[in-house]
């Protein structure tokens, strides 16, 4: 019986520690959104690719993903609103890996955007971003 309990304990502990880091991934990913959003609205598209991780970079090549962002600006306009409709926090020995999928208004359309963020510690940096929308196709 004592046994029983001790594990139960244990049990309740290991759920209540990996809640926080996926709550934390969560928070700092919905920032980090934000933090995006407003660097795209001002037009600052060096600056987001200067501050993504370096797996994006080794995947995504620079001048490719700046002509992207002022397309999408260009066609669609700022972000006005944008809402989280699903999310997915994963951790391993090295950080955490936080997926967020958002919809997104746009002043003239709407899209679809699906972000990746690297967390360690305090260091969130952008590992994927993917947009899709019916009103602006990306060539």
Known sequence: MKIQKICVIILILFIISTGCHYSEGLKSADKAVAKFHEQFNKKEFEEIYDKSSIEFKG?????????????????????????????????????????????????????????????????????????????????
């Open 59 to 139: 995947v995504f090549n620079k001048e490719k993903v700046i002509k992207d962002l002022e397309n999408i600006r260009e066609n669609l306009g700022k972000v006005e609103s944008t809402v989280r409709r699903g999310w997915a926090v994963e951790k391993n020995s090295i950080r955490l890996e936080t997926t967020a999928n958002f919809e997104t208004k746009f002043e003239r359309g709407s899209g679809k955007e699906r972000f990746v963020f690297s967390i360690i510690d305090d260091k969130v940096e952008l590992m994927n971003y993917e947009f899709d929308s019916e009103d602006f196709k990306l060539e």
